[in-house]
């Protein structure tokens, strides 16, 4: 009994360990967008033009951390790709 439950802890586990805390590696294609880390686990994303397009090498947001997508109003729109070769 006590192995099965090990066993699925450890195939459970991994996909945890290699997820990032937030997203990195941003590029901005359109638009004008300025991120903010406030802290190791919060990410502020602020879009000052009406639409915008951001490439991404990978889109991960971890267990307790933040990010807050700002735009200028409800109309806006935001393109985020992701286009790293990490699953996120």
């Not at 195939?11 to 190791?40: D, M």
């Not at 267990?63 to 790709?81: C, E, K, T, W």
Request: charged share 10%; net charge negative.
């Amino acid at each position: 009994m006590m192995s099965i439950g090990l066993f699925g802890f450890v195939i459970g586990s991994p996909g945890a360990a290699l997820a990032a805390n937030l997203p990195s590696g941003a590029e901005v294609v359109h638009g004008q967008v300025q991120f903010e880390s406030t802290s190791s686990d919060a990410l502020r994303i602020i879009q000052n033009s009406q639409s915008a397009i951001v490439n991404w090498q990978s889109f991960d947001i971890g267990h307790g951390a933040l990010v807050d997508i700002v735009q200028p109003n409800v109309d806006a729109a935001m393109l985020s790709r992701v286009v790293g070769n990490n699953l996120s």
